[in-house]
């Protein structure tokens, strides 16, 4: 993933992440225009115009006055890339005892969590209080086990009914996929902690 190299300035900063949300939103929301494109991701226009000069060169995207659109080449650099869905808020204070709460899910990942732990300490690297890991094994929630080395039956997490419609409505999950909620006092800080989660996968 050369083309996601970057250089960080003061005006312009953002995460291997943030390219792979920015493509995934332009292909959901074709014509999405860059102001619009900055609310969403929580980054200033002047990061959202570097992200989107570097799509552009790498021919991922193609621009017009009505915005950008996903090419062929860019849907076929997502189909390769982490799969993840878009961070979407999710009513989740009952889980996190926080007021705003972004989730995502990775497809297949469950290899990749140990203890949760790391995924917790890069959504607080990115300015979220927390983050909870739930993975998904047959046809329910579970948490990470806190000792991986000793193998015992995974116990199903106890969620609302409402928040396990939300998550399954949103995510659809499957086997071994992971949702990752992100929390925080505000909607910026929770997306922005997530975004870091993603950043740490790739």
């Known amino acids: 993933m050369d083309m996601l190299k970057r250089k960080i300035t003061s005006q312009a900063n953002f995460t291997n992440a943030d390219i792979l949300i920015a493509l995934k939103i332009i292909e959901q929301e074709e014509n ?18 570097s992200i989107l000069t570097k799509l552009k060169d790498s021919d991922y995207i193609s621009s017009s006055r009505l915005g950008h659109k996903l090419t ?14 878009v961070p979407q808020k999710i009513n989740a204070k009952e889980l996190t005892l926080n007021d705003q709460n972004y989730g995502s899910i990775f497809k297949n990942a469950s290899s990749k969590i140990k203890d949760g732990m790391d995924q917790r300490d890069s959504a607080v690297f990115g ?12 046809n329910h929630f579970t948490l990470p086990e806190t000792k991986p080395e000793i193998k015992i ?6 969620l609302s009914k409402e928040l396990e419609t939300e998550l399954h409505n949103k995510f ?11 929390s925080a006092e505000d909607n910026e800080r ?11 996968f790739i």
């Open 127 to 138: 300015g979220a209080r927390s983050a909870i890991t739930l993975i998904f094994q047959d």
């Open 72 to 85: 062929t080449k860019g849907k076929h650099f997502l189909d390769k890339s982490l799969q993840f869905e």
């Open 32 to 49: 999405i225009g860059r102001k619009l494109l900055s609310n969403r991701i929580f980054l200033n226009e002047a990061s959202i115009r």
């Open 190 to 200: 929770a997306f922005r902690g997530l975004v870091h989660v993603i950043d740490s």
């Open 153 to 158: 039956p995974t116990i199903k997490l106890n």
């Open 172 to 182: 659809a999950p499957k086997n071994y996929d992971i949702v990752i909620i992100s």
